[in-house]
């Protein structure tokens, strides 16, 4: 199956602090890009997504930017909280409309 | 507006067996994916349907299979289970699936092969 790595990066801040999640996508045409969240026991949730033609959009506590020249996509989450804690995927869309996720990165919120 | 629903939500099976997940997106989602999650090797494409064809198609061998009905509700097959089929299946639904269009998932069904 297609899929990018097989580590699972870990990532752990204090509880206040505003957390940096990366991420290296494959295809340098892909155009569209998204970000999920994942809590234990629980499918992927929609978080924040970009076109290709912007390089930073902005939600509630999280930005996302976007640099295609080196195909790389960071999460930014303000003020992280505990209900934060979950692994964060990155994902891209194909021209074939097809997604494929990065390996994910585990983010733990020390109280 | 009910999320996608995805039934069972635990299997286990042992090798040999084949097994039949099924997979109902939010109202008026006409396309549905299917994805495998597994510790070594994350979230992985299965396939895509829409309108009762699939559209789009993962690089798994042909005991994955799947179907769509009239009503968008979609099913997902594995036919002689091997150990390594152990994962959770993920089914997400969208309005169309094309474009910038936000997938929303359901909560998986994890099999476990013996």
């Known amino acids: 199956g297609e899929s990018v790595g097989l580590h699972l990066p870990t990532l752990s801040v204090q509880e206040g602090d505003n957390s940096i999640i990366n991420c290296a996508y494959s295809n340098s045409a892909s155009d569209y890009f998204i970000w999920y969240k994942q809590e234990s026991g629980k499918g992927p949730q929609f978080i924040i997504d970009i076109r290709s033609n912007m390089d930073k959009r902005q939600g509630q506590r999280v930005t996302v930017l976007l640099n295609k020249t080196v195909k790389h996509l960071s999460l930014q989450i303000a003020a992280t909280q505990p209900g934060d804690s979950a692994v964060y995927f990155c994902a891209e869309k194909t021209s074939y409309d097809k997604v494929i996720f990065g390996p994910g990165t585990s983010l733990s919120v020390i109280p | 507006k009910a999320g996608v629903t995805q039934t069972p939500r635990y299997l286990i099976k042992t090798r040999g067996q084949q097994v039949t997940l099924s997979c109902s997106p939010i109202?008026?989602?006409?396309?549905v994916s299917w994805y495998q999650q597994t510790p070594g090797q994350g979230l992985q494409f299965l396939f895509e349907y829409f309108s009762e064809t699939q559209r789009n198609k993962g690089n798994f061998p042909g005991r994955f299979s799947g179907r769509q009905f009239s009503n968008s509700r979609s099913e997902m097959n594995v036919s002689t289970l091997e150990l390594g089929d152990s994962a959770l299946y993920l089914c997400?639904?969208?309005?169309?699936?094309?474009?910038?269009?936000?997938?929303?998932f359901g909560p998986g069904t994890r099999l476990l092969v013996l």
């Open positions: 109202s008026g989602h006409r396309s």
């Open positions: 997400a639904s969208s309005l169309l699936g094309q474009g910038k269009e936000t997938q929303y």
